[in-house]
C-alpha cells in the first residue's frame, strides 16, 4: 500500500468539499448578495448532473443519450441547461418576496424530482444513468482520484476568482444595494427585476457545474443522489455558518459542515445494523442543533461580510443605495 493509497478517504473527502464549494458559492450568489431565497438548490444541482450525463454517457436503450461528447462539453451544457431552467423560473418566482419565494422554490424543485424520477425516456427513471465518463478514468483510482481533485479545486478556485472579481464590480455593488433596500435603488432607477434575474441565473448556472462535477465523480446518476433534505439543507447551513455574503466565509462553512457530515457517516457505519439506521437521522438531528446554535450564537455566521463603503477596492461590505447613485448612467454589469 502505497502513500496515495492511504490517503484515498480524504482525497474523496476534498472532492466533494470542493463539489460543495461551488454550490454555497452560488448559493451566496443569490442569498447573500441578491437577498434571493432559493430553497431549491437540489432541483438546479439535478438539471446540471443529467445534462452531463446525458450529453457524455455513451447510447443506452429505452433513453434519450448516447452522445458520448467530452467531458468539458458536457459541464458547459449543464450550466447552459441550468441557464435555461432557470430564466422562465426566476421571470415568475422573483415577483414573490422572500418567504414566498422560498415555497414555490421548493415546488420547483420537487417537479424536476419527479421529472427526473418518472420520465424513463429522458432519465432512465429510478434506474438512473451510468457508464459515465470520469476524466482521468484511465489512470490507476488512486492517481486518478488525486486528478480529479486537481481538477476539481482548479474549478472552484476558477469560480470563486470569477465570481469575487464580479462582485467587486459595479454590478456587484449594485446587487448589495439592491439586497439593502430595493426601493431606494429603484427609485435611483435601477432595473431591479431585471438584476435579480441575473443573479438568479448565475448562481443557478453555478449549481449545475457544481452537479456536472458530482456526476462525473461517482459515474452513476439516481434520483436518490438528489435528496433536497441534504443538498439544499447542507448547502443552506454551510452558507449559513460561514457566514452569507462572504465566499471565504461559505467556503469554510463547506468545510466544517462536510468534515462533520462525514465523521459522523463513519461512526453510524460501525454502529449495529439495527441501531445505524436510527442513528442516520440523529445526523440530521446533530446538524439541525448546530443550526440553532450557530443562529443563537453568532448569527452572522464565523466569517461574516464586512460592512464599510461601496468604493473602497479590497472591500466586500454593505452598499449603501448613495453608494450607486454616481454609476447611475452607466446601469451597467
Not at 61 to 69: D, Q, T
Amino acid at each position: 500500500m502505497n502513500f496515495v493509497t492511504l490517503l484515498n478517504y480524504p482525497i474523496y473527502l476534498l472532492i466533494f468539499i470542493s463539489i460543495y464549494g461551488c454550490l454555497t458559492i452560488a448559493l451566496n450568489v443569490q442569498w447573500g448578495y441578491a437577498g434571493l431565497f432559493n430553497a431549491g438548490v437540489a432541483g438546479f444541482f439535478a438539471v446540471g448532473a443529467y445534462t452531463s450525463a446525458i450529453l457524455t454517457s455513451p447510447a443506452a436503450v429505452g433513453r434519450i443519450g448516447g452522445f458520448s461528447l467530452p467531458v468539458p462539453v458536457g459541464m458547459l451544457g449543464a450550466m447552459l441547461a441550468c441557464v435555461v431552467a432557470a430564466w422562465p423560473v426566476g421571470k415568475v418566482c422573483l415577483r414573490f418576496r422572500s418567504d414566498y419565494l422560498a415555497i414555490v422554490s421548493i415546488g420547483v424543485a420537487e417537479a424536476i424530482r419527479l421529472v427526473v424520477r418518472s420520465e424513463e425516456w429522458l432519465t432512465n427513471g429510478s434506474r438512473g444513468i451510468i457508464d459515465i465518463p470520469r476524466p482521468f478514468g484511465d489512470l490507476p483510482y488512486a492517481q486518478s482520484q488525486v486528478a480529479f481533485l486537481g481538477l476539481s479545486c482548479l474549478i472552484l478556485l476558477v469560480v470563486y476568482f470569477l465570481v469575487e472579481r464580479q462582485l467587486r464590480s459595479p454590478w456587484g455593488r449594485m446587487m448589495r444595494a439592491i439586497r439593502d433596500n430595493e426601493t431606494a435603488a429603484q427609485a435611483m432607477g435601477k432595473d431591479v427585476p431585471r438584476r435579480r434575474l441575473e443573479a438568479f441565473i448565475l448562481g443557478s448556472a453555478l449549481m449545475g457545474l457544481a452537479g456536472a462535477l458530482y456526476v462525473h465523480l461517482t459515474r452513476v446518476i439516481t434520483p436518490d443522489a438528489i435528496d433536497p433534505m441534504i443538498v439544499t439543507f447542507l448547502v443552506w447551513i454551510m452558507v449559513i455558518l460561514g457566514g452569507s455574503g462572504n465566499n471565504r466565509g461559505v467556503l469554510v462553512g463547506a468545510l466544517i459542515i462536510w468534515v462533520i457530515w462525514s465523521a459522523s457517516e463513519l461512526v453510524t457505519d460501525q454502529l449495529p445494523a439495527d441501531i445505524a439506521l436510527k442513528a442516520k437521522y440523529a445526523r440530521m438531528f446533530l446538524v439541525g442543533l448546530l443550526l440553532q446554535v450557530i443562529l443563537r450564537l453568532r448569527p452572522e455566521g464565523l466569517l461574516p461580510e464586512r460592512v464599510g463603503t461601496a468604493g473602497g477596492s479590497g472591500d466586500l461590505g454593505r452598499t449603501s443605495p448613495e453608494a450607486i447613485a454616481p454609476s447611475e448612467g452607466s446601469d451597467d454589469v
